[in-house]
């Protein structure tokens, strides 16, 4: 369906999917940590997707990341995969689809990306991001169960719902990586994706284009490589801890729609953004941080989803989307010769959802017998 775009979007799923652990791990009080020591290949074997000849007339299936749930030290990588020394696999995969279509440049873009095994992590959290205050107070009282269970991608909005400054920080503020806080209780790796959000219906906020800068650190290169005139002023009431700039005042409604692939989500919403990720250290000794930057774009999507329906609003991933328009308008600069330091990998948009009668909604679980488990 995606075609060679695929690769980027099975990452932001893959980040979706951490994310939702990290949360359901937090609400279930265990804890929850990212083995980014493990290579592909190692997880490969773990998994037992690595058997070529099983998977004969079958799609091939790659690894993307391990996790560890509970407290305590994880085993090495050694010991555990010596316990599975002369153990007998058993089962052969089947085809997913019989309309398979081969994208030649898919597994070239994971072959050249795969993470070999023992390599040094990112460098540990910024000491701004140590001493954050605690999180802003959460807008309403669900349990996290009850949201986790209620979210759903909008497919439409009306245009007219605006969202509360209040809920606006305080969705932002979910945005920080402040240790411990699902979904960035998973690594305490820095920030590399900044959202850059078009505001259009947020109560109290001035319409117009902001960046929150997730690594405080890197506002300079940020401001580096965007259009001289940005104002880079915050604004009114924002709370002090949250690094949140004003860009330009502006209506952005427009430009939001038409930079997402001309849908009107985009600009009927209470605001969208574009994520920038930071591709300044991904090198030929680091290929594998290519597709972290979209699992961590990914990450940002599930804490939005979540945080927009405590806001009692609802949220959306918009995977098509013009990157160079996005990035000429911010002034960053694309052409032949240009490989941008900042890039934009993903857009999202939140806001007053419309319900469609046509499609049938049910309550999660509700094919299971007995009521869901009670609320956490």
């Known amino acids: 369906k995606y075609g060679m775009r695929a690769f980027r979007y099975c990452q932001h799923d893959c980040g979706h999917a951490l994310g939702a652990i990290a949360y359901a791990a937090a609400a279930l009080g265990w804890p929850v940590r990212l083995l980014d020591d493990w290579g592909d290949d190692q997880v490969a074997a773990l998994a037992g997707v690595d058997r070529d000849a099983d998977f004969q007339g079958a799609e091939a299936e790659a690894p993307e990341a391990l996790v560890w749930l509970g407290p305590g030290h994880p085993p090495a990588a050694g010991a555990v995969l010596a316990m599975l020394q002369g153990a007998e696999w058993r089962g052969q995969a089947n085809s997913l689809s019989r309309d398979h279509r081969d994208w030649p440049d898919i597994p070239e873009v994971a072959a050249a990306t795969r993470r070999p095994a023992g390599v040094e992590s990112l460098l540990e959290a910024s000491a701004d991001a140590r001493a954050m205050p605690p999180p802003l107070a959460p807008v309403c009282q669900e349990p996290a169960s009850v949201l986790i269970r209620h979210r759903r991608s909008a497919q439409a909005f009306d245009g007219v719902t605006c969202l509360d400054a209040a809920a606006f920080y305080r969705l932002l503020d979910a945005l920080l990586p402040r240790p411990g806080q699902p979904p960035w209780s998973l690594s305490a790796t820095p920030p590399r994706v900044h959202p850059v959000l078009f505001a259009h219906r947020v109560t109290g906020l001035e319409p117009g284009v902001y960046c929150l800068v997730r690594d ?61 990720a930071d591709f300044g250290d991904i090198t030929p000794q680091r290929p594998w941080l290519y597709p972290q930057r979209f699992r961590e774009a990914g990450m940002l999507g599930h804490a939005l989803y979540l945080e927009a329906e405590a806001a009692g609003l609802q949220g959306t991933g918009i995977g098509c989307y013009f990157d160079d328009v996005a990035h000429d308008a911010l002034g960053i600069a694309t052409g032949p010769e240009d490989m941008p330091r900042f890039q934009d990998i993903y857009h999202f948009t939140v806001g007053g959802a419309l319900v469609d009668g046509r499609l049938a909604s049910e309550p999660a679980y509700a094919h299971l017998p007995g009521r869901p488990p009670a609320a956490i």
Not at 255 to 265: K, M, N, S, Y
Request: glycine fraction near 4%; aromatic fraction near 10%.
């Open 216 to 276: 405080p650190e890197q506002r300079p290169a940020l401001a580096a490589v965007m259009r001289p005139d940005w104002l880079w002023v915050r604004p009114p009431g924002c709370p002090e801890h949250l690094p949140l700039y004003l860009l330009a005042p502006l209506d952005t409604r427009e430009f939001a729609a038409f930079v997402a692939c001309r849908q009107d989500i985009a600009g009927d919403s209470a605001f969208s953004l574009a994520m920038l």
